[in-house]
């Protein structure tokens, strides 16, 4: 089992920035894929950026220039940093797992309703206009 715990949501005028963290604790070793996914009111969940193990990384065209996604394996921690946020970005941020050795951050981001093994509780970011 892995447990996921994200922290560094919170509310920001247009423009701002945020730096979400997502600690990993548990089996790591059986994680392949780390991804950040958001779901805003009365829509559907998507897809924002995904890491691999080797660093590999993908970010939803949507967030494309604004945010990146990164790791740090000797703290088991994955970040998205949010750069020129946006309304349009307010949403719960959560982060998830996959168990998949062959996951591809790209499917990770893109396939729509992507079935990742392990979820976090989920981290809110509120973006004022």
């Known amino acids: 089992q892995v447990q996921l715990a994200e922290s560094g949501g919170g509310s920001v005028q247009s423009g701002g920035s945020l730096r979400l963290s997502c600690v990993a604790s548990?089996?790591?070793?059986?994680?392949?894929?780390m991804a950040w996914f958001r779901q805003a009111p009365g829509k559907r969940r998507e897809g924002v950026a995904a890491?691999?193990?080797?660093?590999?990384?993908n970010v939803a065209n949507s967030v494309k220039g604004r945010f990146t996604i990164s790791q740090d394996n000797a703290k088991n921690t994955v970040s998205l940093q949010m750069n020129s946020l946006k309304p349009d970005d307010t949403a719960m941020y959560y982060c998830?797992?996959?168990?998949?050795?062959?996951?591809?951050?790209?499917?990770?981001?893109?396939?729509?309703?992507?079935?990742?093994?392990?979820w976090g509780k989920g981290t809110l970011v509120t973006v004022g206009s």
């Open positions: 998830a797992a996959d168990s998949n050795p062959d996951c591809q951050p790209i499917v990770v981001v893109n396939i729509l309703n992507y079935d990742m093994d392990y």
């Open positions: 548990g089996d790591i070793d059986s994680t392949y894929c």
């Open positions: 890491i691999d193990r080797d660093g590999t990384t």
